[in-house]
């Protein structure tokens, strides 16, 4: 079962991001990935969430790369190996996980292939809390709806990334989350930065004991310029009101009761 995202999955069309760089385009179940090869990084990622079929399930899989694509082309076990990095997934591990009990399974244990993973700082705080949660807030405000979201994820691929064991280490992470609103499609984009917490010397990376992340609320407007990706119509319908939001402001998000949906 290797469907892949499916832009129909709303009421409307919501087509992947489009990048102008070369990509490899993997689809898993309910998900796909698009892998910049040169950077063997996710240059953007898409699942289909149906909130009201979601499932509970045991933690199943085990990282490993995928077969289909060469080594070289996806960052491995190697460059998370005796440091402060986790494998970070990008589409999380319960998200496509809905349905019959076993397509439910096989969707999230496609989860823990290495073209879904990039590297973040090691430990808890409560931003990353937040971060994780993001998808379940917004299922959670869409309810009245069809309880049905599809969210796209990925790390910022910058020129500024610091070089670590072959790849650069991205410092910020964007995610969009699309739903079906009463009045049409809808959207709210985020971008995760932990600038604070890596820090590359010496082909060393340490997490300093101050640092934190850091979680925004932003124009999708902003993450289609950071990124360059072709985002289609997503920024226009973002539900932040344009007319008591500065162009390009970000908004700081310390809990879930200062997210605008």
Same mark, same amino acid.
């Given at each position: 079962?290797?469907?892949?995202?499916?832009?129909?999955? =709303?009421?409307?069309?919501?087509?992947?991001?489009?990048?102008?760089?070369?990509?490899?385009?993997?689809?898993?179940?309910?998900?796909? #990935?698009? @892998?910049?090869?040169?950077?063997?990084?996710?240059?953007?990622?898409? #699942?289909?969430?149906? &909130?009201?079929?979601?499932?509970?399930?045991?933690?199943?899989?085990?990282?490993?790369?995928?077969?289909?694509?060469?080594?070289?082309? %996806?960052?491995?076990?190697? #460059?998370?190996?005796?440091?402060?990095?986790?494998?970070?997934?990008?589409?999380?591990?319960?998200?496509?996980?809905?349905?019959? #009990?076993?397509?439910?399974?096989?969707?999230? *244990?496609?989860?823990?292939?290495?073209?879904?993973?990039?590297?973040?700082?090691?430990?808890?705080? %409560?931003?990353?809390?937040?971060?994780? &949660?993001? *998808?379940?807030?917004?299922?959670?405000?869409?309810?009245?709806?069809?309880?049905?979201?599809?969210?796209?994820?990925?790390?910022?691929?910058?020129?500024?990334?610091?070089?670590?064991?072959?790849?650069?280490?991205? $410092?910020?992470?964007?995610?969009?989350?699309?739903?079906?609103?009463?009045?049409? =499609?809808?959207?709210?984009?985020?971008?995760?930065?932990?600038?604070? =917490?890596?820090?590359?010397?010496? &082909? @060393? $990376?340490?997490?300093?004991?101050?640092?934190?992340?850091?979680?925004?609320?932003?124009?999708?407007? *902003?993450?289609?310029?950071?990124?360059?990706?072709?985002?289609?119509?997503?920024? %226009?319908?973002?539900?932040?009101?344009? %007319?008591?939001?500065?162009?390009?402001?970000?908004?700081?998000?310390?809990?879930?009761?200062?997210?605008?949906?």
């Amino acid at each position: 079962m290797t469907d892949g995202y499916d832009s129909e999955f =709303l009421a409307t069309p919501v087509p992947l991001p489009r990048s102008t760089a070369e990509t490899r385009v993997l689809d898993y179940p309910r998900f796909t #990935v698009l @892998l910049d090869p040169s950077r063997r990084l996710a240059v953007a990622t898409g #699942v289909n969430i149906d &909130g009201a079929r979601m499932l509970d399930l045991a933690r199943e899989g085990e990282w490993r790369l995928d077969p289909r694509i060469d080594e070289d082309e %996806q960052t491995g076990a190697a #460059v998370y190996a005796r440091n402060d990095l986790d494998r970070g997934h990008l589409v999380r591990r319960r998200d496509p996980g809905w349905g019959e #009990v076993d397509d439910a399974r096989a969707a999230m *244990e496609a989860t823990f292939f290495y073209p879904n993973a990039a590297p973040q700082a090691a430990g808890f705080n %409560q931003s990353k809390e937040l971060w994780l &949660g993001l *998808e379940d807030h917004v299922l959670a405000y869409a309810e009245s709806t069809d309880q049905r979201l599809s969210v796209f994820t990925a790390p910022v691929l910058g020129d500024d990334d610091p070089p670590y064991r072959g790849i650069r280490i991205p $410092l910020r992470f964007w995610k969009i989350a699309a739903w079906a609103a009463p009045d049409g =499609l809808a959207t709210a984009g985020f971008v995760l930065d932990q600038t604070e =917490l890596v820090h590359t010397r010496d &082909g @060393l $990376l340490a997490a300093p004991p101050l640092g934190a992340f850091r979680i925004f609320q932003v124009p999708v407007s *902003e993450i289609a310029a950071l990124t360059g990706l072709d985002l289609g119509r997503m920024p %226009q319908a973002d539900v932040l009101d344009e %007319q008591t939001v500065r162009a390009r402001e970000w908004r700081a998000l310390t809990r879930t009761d200062d997210i605008v949906l």
